[in-house]
């Protein structure tokens, strides 16, 4: 039931770009997407309620396949600030519990 | 200010000493959550509580306790534990079980 995230460690250069992925075998209701710092907590960046929505927030973006049961991450022209480790969070229903994916680890160097 | 605080942060014990660690929130969540997070295997859910008095098991249950008796505490208890139960644990609230997750700072738990 744990969603599956892809790929599991990825290293940029300031100013690349990026893209993890998020998918799950059943049905979803809702992806959340939440980044943590070594050393400290999980912080949330978005939630995704509806079917092929986009949300953003300055260089960081998500899709919501609701029928390919998948979403994506979208960081563009990354910066040191960045780096973490990358969780996604499933919700199979509108009272469903969330269920984290392994994380995908990401490093930008200078 | 609104937070979740867990206590303590750091514990060190032996092998079948009953614990207590205590999580509290101040933002009047329904829902609370703990999880422990491993190398790799990334958050896994123990119990959660969709409110006062319910509470249910999450991925990996075996050898926790948890009870809610009041809105804002949600404590997980290991009543014997055991060295594979070394791990950083992290407590979570939301207004719903969907809604948006507000992480304690984490317990760093060691048990030897």
């Known amino acids: 039931q744990q969603p599956v995230q892809s790929p599991q460690a990825v290293i940029l250069r300031e100013g690349e770009d990026a893209v993890i992925n998020c998918s799950s075998s059943?049905?979803?209701?809702?992806v959340h997407w939440y980044r943590q710092k070594h050393g400290e907590a999980p912080v949330f960046l978005m939630i995704?309620?509806?079917?092929?929505e986009q949300k953003g927030h300055e260089k960081i973006s998500a899709s919501f396949n609701e029928k390919k049961q998948q979403s994506s991450l979208y960081l563009t022209a990354s910066q040191l600030s960045y780096s973490g480790t990358y969780f996604c969070?499933?919700?199979?229903?509108?009272?469903?519990?969330?269920?984290f994916g392994k994380g995908t680890k990401l490093s930008v160097k200078p | 200010e609104a937070q979740v605080t867990q206590n303590p942060r750091y514990l060190i014990t032996v092998t079948g000493k009953k614990l207590t660690v205590t999580c509290s929130q101040n933002?009047?969540?329904?829902?609370m959550s703990w999880y422990r997070q491993d190398p790799g295997l990334g958050l896994r859910q123990i119990y959660y509580?969709?409110?006062?008095?319910?509470?249910d098991k999450g991925d990996v249950p075996e050898g926790y306790k948890v009870s809610r008796k009041e809105k804002r505490n949600f404590p997980l208890i290991l009543e014997s534990p055991s060295p594979n139960q070394t791990s950083l644990y992290f407590c979570?609230?939301?207004?719903?079980?969907?809604?948006?997750?507000?992480f304690g700072p984490g317990t760093r738990l060691t048990v030897l």
């Open positions: 933002m009047n969540h329904e829902y």
């Open positions: 969070g499933t919700a199979g229903g509108s009272q469903g519990n969330l269920i």
């Open positions: 059943k049905a979803l209701y809702s």
């Open positions: 509580s969709m409110n006062v008095e319910v509470t």
């Open positions: 979570a609230s939301s207004p719903l079980a969907r809604s948006t997750q507000y």
């Open positions: 995704l309620l509806k079917g092929g």
